[in-house]
């Protein structure tokens, strides 16, 4: 497993915008990183996930509105969210992979169950 430690949740007005961050322990390689979300009362939701080579995937609910990317000298994601709703308001997550599972599918990226590291979260609250 690797360390990783979210940073950037913040309390925004509707249409706002936040850059969340995730930054990783050096050590053992990540493969896949992803970003969740959870609200209370809800389940965990996939929002993006990036590989190790740049390739990226997006749920439907984020596509157009959130970017993911990463910096792998600084072993940092990102997670860049435009445009904010009160649906938004969630608990944040970054998780990555480091097993070199190869996916099921591309929406595999997006299931909780793919991860094996996972950050503590970061509070994201937008307001009406």
């Known amino acids: 497993q690797v360390q990783l430690v979210e940073s950037g949740g913040d309390s925004v007005q509707t249409g706002g915008s936040l850059k969340l961050s995730c930054v990783a322990s050096?050590?053992?390689?990540?493969?896949?990183a992803a970003w969740f979300r959870q609200a209370p009362g809800k389940e965990h939701e996939g929002l993006a996930a990036i590989s190790n080579t740049g390739d990226t995937i997006y749920a439907d609910s984020v596509k157009g509105r959130f970017t993911v990317s990463q910096d792998n000298a600084k072993n940092t994601f990102y997670l860049l969210m435009n445009n904010l709703e009160p649906d938004d308001s969630a608990s944040y997550y970054c998780?990555?992979?480091?097993?070199?599972?190869?996916?099921?599918?591309?929406?595999?990226?997006?299931?909780?169950?793919?991860?094996?590291?996972w950050g503590q979260g970061t509070q994201v609250t937008v307001s009406s």
């Open positions: 050096a050590t053992p390689a990540i493969y896949y």
């Open positions: 998780a990555a992979d480091t097993r070199k599972t190869v996916p099921l599918s591309r929406l595999a990226l997006l299931n909780p169950s793919y991860y094996n590291s």
